[in-house]
């Protein structure tokens, strides 16, 4: 039940329906001061420019490195939310999301002997078809040249709280050291529970969502892509807030 809420609790808090519940107030209410109010968030939530400010922000204090950065580790653990469950004639089939960076830079860091293990998470969601994430990419892992032997995959697992508590059950000690690898805008986040679980977190952060360009008109006008963006930075957001409170 925990999970539904989760998903369910930052679209109540999403731009849009703020703005759509204003618009409603403003026609119900009769005061067009509620109905300008929403308009007036939509527009903003909109403009390409807040999304990328929010995304700057969630990224903050994390860098692009390379495997020879990073110091050596009890083991890199690789969190899920990477792949898109396809349904095909055959079944199942797995692509690739905006996410994806994070498993080749685990093989990348286990390639450059950076721990003895690879830690893969086994998400899945309550609706969700086909294998978990973690055997998805056991595969490719194996594939890129990583051995069988040096995989090890956590029980099944529904968000990142879980996938620190199960990946702590994998480990050879209480206090173990890790490459905590994953999206940068997620790495606090991540970090933060991972470390609440007792580990020493050294962070690889990945998939960077903002680049390095100018200012222009187009970033000041409104569109449903900008709208995207400032959703999924408020979402985790919520979710920065939530597990801060929590844990």
Not at 13 to 36: A, D, E, K, Q
Not at 45 to 73: C, F, N, V, W
Not at 202 to 219: C, G, H, K, N
């Amino acid at each position: 039940m925990m999970i539904y809420l989760h998903k369910l609790l930052p679209l109540l808090l999403s731009p849009l329906l703020i703005s759509i519940g204003f618009m409603l107030l403003g026609i119900i209410s009769r005061r067009r001061i509620y109905g300008l109010i929403g308009v007036v968030i939509l527009l903003i939530a909109s403009m390409p420019i807040t999304g990328i400010s929010l995304m700057r922000y969630l990224e903050s204090g994390h860098k692009l490195q390379s495997p020879q950065d990073i110091r050596h580790a009890d083991a890199v653990v690789v969190l899920s939310g990477m792949i898109r469950r396809i349904q095909t004639e055959d079944g199942i089939r797995m692509e690739w999301g905006e996410s994806a960076d994070r498993i080749f830079a685990g093989i990348d860091v286990m390639k450059a002997d950076k721990a003895p293990v690879m830690i893969l998470t086994r998400g899945i969601l309550p609706w969700q078809n086909g294998m978990t994430e973690g055997d998805m990419l056991a595969e490719v892992a194996i594939k890129a040249g990583i051995p069988d032997a040096q995989i090890k995959r956590t029980e099944i697992v529904v968000n990142t709280a879980e996938e620190a508590q199960a990946a702590k059950l994998l480990m050879p000690h209480p206090q173990p050291s890790i490459i905590l690898v994953t999206s940068a805008f997620h790495m606090p986040r991540a970090k933060h529970l991972f470390e609440a679980n007792g580990f020493t977190v050294l962070p690889y952060a990945v998939d960077f969502r903002t680049e390095d360009e100018r200012l222009s008109i187009m970033t000041f006008i409104p569109k449903a892509s900008g709208l995207h963006d400032t959703s999924f930075a408020i979402r985790e957001l919520i979710g920065r807030l939530w597990y801060s409170i929590r844990y």
